[in-house]
């Protein structure tokens, strides 16, 4: 500094080329401007008389962009004597430096973190509700299955049987329904028999009446 904007001019717009800076000011301690650089408007002076240590801090944000101040001291804090014989210069604040950092690479992340977010959460919802509709498909084959052959049986067709598939709770439907079924063939068979012996028995006493008749 030094009042001497000269001597830092050079470096001023090798900083300027990086990314997202959109303005650097050096002022000294009261204030003044000693030489600014940038796109924006210069920023407004600080108003503090003591800082708060030597690192740079937050001291404003907009929507577009964040400004940040650091002081400036020569010296050292060490009050030790040079080795080589002259006295080491005390710590002396001269100035402070603003600079503005645009927001642009930030919302382009926050934007691709958006994006990544929803395409993410697109996709789990997707492989969910694949999982989903492939459980309630093999749940929901067996049972229409299961229905399907109860109407048949319905319609008079004893010697349908359901499949043992699915869950646990299917499965026991279908072979409680197969048992029912075997009984009710089982129930069927022996009523034709009965019937057959009856027409059996009633033929036989038709032919002993005819024969007594006959004699």
Do not use: C
Request: net charge negative; proline share 4%.
């Amino acid at each position: 500094l030094y009042g001497s904007p000269e001597n830092i001019k050079d470096t001023l717009s090798i900083a300027m080329k990086f990314p997202d800076i959109k303005h650097i000011t050096i002022r000294e301690g009261n204030g003044n401007v000693l030489i600014s650089e940038g796109s924006t408007p210069v920023h407004a002076a600080e108003t503090r008389l003591v800082w708060a240590g030597d690192a740079a801090l937050l001291s404003d944000e907009t929507e577009d962009a964040l400004h940040f101040t650091a002081p400036v001291y020569s010296g050292n804090d060490d009050e030790q004597d040079n080795p080589l014989g002259s006295p080491i210069v005390k710590k002396e604040f001269l100035g402070y430096v603003q600079v503005e950092i645009g927001k642009s690479s930030l919302k382009d992340m926050q934007y691709k973190i958006l994006i990544n977010t929803i395409v993410i959460s697109l996709g789990i919802s997707m492989v969910v509700l694949l999982i989903l509709h492939l459980t309630t498909k093999n749940l929901l084959m067996p049972l229409n299955n299961l229905s399907a052959i109860m109407k048949k049986a319905g319609s008079g067709t004893l010697e349908v049987r359901a499949n043992l598939e699915g869950p646990d709770e299917v499965s026991g439907m279908a072979r409680v329904f197969n048992n029912m079924m075997a009984v009710l063939k089982q129930r069927e068979a022996d009523l034709i028999e009965k019937n057959r012996m009856l027409n059996t028995e009633i033929l036989e006493r038709y032919r002993v009446e005819q024969e007594i008749k006959d004699n």
